[in-house]
């Protein structure tokens, strides 16, 4: 009967390799999510806009962005975009070492966004219209309504949602294995290979997933808990 290697993941070569992966894959989480909420914010704003064509132009990222498979952003970003560069800032891109990892940023990035978009734009609706009324009514323009009345009251619907898309970005951080970035799945993949140990590099990559994925879900439970939504 074959027997768990322990040795493999607790020490040596491989255990680097394992970690390292992991450090990696949640350096992509923390970089991704920061970049994609801002992103997020901006796009749930122009969903909401006065102006028709800001309107559009936030649907037209939505559904552009969300109705494509994450792989297909993964692989245009790193294979198709550095096409449309110019051939210096190209080639300073691939020697720099770093094409793969922002490629995954990018794309992981843009793919959360839209549908956090989603979910703060849900959190401004539902707040009473009555609140954005007040606020024009005080002199405020959109933006510093937004700002100033509507935004504070619709964090606490939002925030639990996001979490929960946290929690898809986290999981969705394994495809950026498919261009080359060494996260956890591609250094899994490569201990299977050079050690033919299939359930001992695939066995600490899901757990590693696994617990990840159980604190950011332990977090949502402790927000919901701490900070209940209350009906309006």
């Known amino acids: 009967m074959p027997v768990f290697d322990y040795s493999l993941l607790l020490s040596g070569q491989y255990h680097l390799m394992l970690v390292g992966g992991l450090l990696l894959s949640l350096q992509l989480l923390a970089a991704s999510l920061l970049a994609a909420l801002p992103i997020a914010l901006v796009v749930a704003l122009l969903r909401l806009a006065p102006v028709a064509a800001l ?5 037209a990222f939505v559904e552009g962005i969300r109705n494509v498979p994450l792989l297909a952003h993964m692989l245009f970003w790193y294979f198709g975009a550095p096409e449309l560069l110019p051939e210096a800032a190209k080639q300073w891109l691939y020697d720099s070492g770093h094409a793969e990892a922002a490629a995954a940023i990018v794309a992981l990035s843009l793919y959360t966004a ?25 002199g405020f323009g959109f933006l510093a309504t937004m700002r100033r009345v509507v935004l504070p009251q619709a964090l606490r619907v939002t925030v639990p949602p996001l979490i929960s898309q946290s929690l898809s970005l986290w ?8 261009v080359g970035v060494a996260e956890l799945m591609y250094q899994a993949a490569k201990v299977e290979s050079a050690t033919f140990r299939s359930v001992e590099a695939f066995a600490f990559a899901s757990a590693a997933y696994l617990t990840v994925s159980l604190l950011i879900t332990g977090m949502a439970s402790w927000y919901h808990h701490r900070y209940p939504v209350r009906t309006i």
């Open 114 to 138: 839209a549908f956090m978009a989603e979910d703060i734009r849900s959190g401004i609706r539902s707040v009473p219209a009555v609140q954005m009324e007040a606020g024009r009514a005080l």
């Open 171 to 178: 999981k969705n951080t394994s495809i950026a294995t498919v």
């Open 55 to 59: 309107r559009w132009a936030g649907f």
